[in-house]
């Protein structure tokens, strides 16, 4: 079954109304026929629609609503991923995979060693590239949102924007005590805010260790290995994913 999102302007008592790219998908892409059924998320509530096609028109899709059910697939807290800007598509699969994960919001960073540069019009264009690979995997794991991903920052600005977070981690290479590491995931609790910072390919300037230290990032380690950059997002993820998952 194929699972889509509406906005609740157009869900009505009995009848969703679907408009735009997802009318094209569904009806020039998918070929879904009159009669099949399809599942519409309501991002705001969280509701989930079971429908069926009822009718085209030229620029509407009519679904039947068959039944509504409150199913909550999200993790109990709210995890933000900035990430170093790493080189050629990677950050595609990262934001498919951090999705898929149960990631919150996504946000692009410019570090100081990161070899991509990307001036305000290229930023835009990714930008919209990589919140439609969002949408894609929101709906492809079934999650109740669609993730947002944020427009690229520098790292001083990433570090601002974590600072209203409750809790805010920085994977290092140099960094060492696996068991405060341990610790530290095991103190987190469902409901606190939870910020990643991961580093481009080739890791974290000094300096920007330094700065996030002065603005209450802790820096973990993930064991003895260097990670990819596209490898260590989704292993804190994973652990995130595991520590939280069916706690309220």
């Known amino acids: 079954m194929y699972d889509f999102f509406a906005d609740s302007s157009a869900i009505g008592e009995k009848e969703i109304i679907i408009r735009g790219s997802d009318l094209n998908h ?10 099949e059924q399809i599942c519409i998320h309501e ?40 990430q170093g800007l790493p080189k050629g598509d990677k950050m595609e699969l990262i934001i498919q995979k951090a999705v898929e994960l149960g990631v919150y919001e996504i946000i692009p960073v410019a570090t100081k060693r990161a070899v991509v540069k990307l001036d305000a019009k ?15 995997a ?12 944020h427009e690229v920052v ?5 570090v601002d924007y974590a600072k209203n977070l409750d809790i805010t981690l920085i994977p290092y290479e140099l960094a060492e005590d696996m068991e405060k590491t341990k610790q530290i995931f095991e103190t987190i609790q469902p409901g606190q805010s939870i910020g990643i910072f ?9 300096s920007e260790i330094v700065l996030a ?11 003895k290995r260097i990670l990819r950059t596209e490898t260590a997002g ?15």
Request: include cysteine; charge should be neutral; proline fraction near 3%.
């Open 198 to 206: 991961i580093g481009p390919e080739g890791g974290f300037d000094e």
């Open 43 to 82: 991002e705001s509530t969280g509701k989930e629609y079971r429908c069926e096609i009822a009718g085209y028109e030229k620029d509407v899709a009519h679904l039947h609503i068959m039944w509504v059910e409150e199913a909550n697939r999200e993790l109990p807290s709210k995890i933000y991923l900035f």
């Open 213 to 223: 230290q002065e603005n209450g990032i802790s820096p973990i380690t993930l064991g």
């Open 26 to 35: 569904m009806k020039n892409v998918l070929r879904l026929q009159i009669g």
């Open 138 to 149: 929101a709906k492809q794991s079934r999650r109740n949102i669609i993730p947002h991903i």
């Open 122 to 136: 290229k930023a835009e264009a990714k930008q919209k590239r990589w919140q439609s690979i969002a949408e894609s």
């Open 154 to 158: 520098k790292f001083g600005q990433a």
């Open 234 to 248: 989704m292993a804190v993820l994973s652990v995130l994913m595991f520590q939280l998952e069916g706690r309220e």
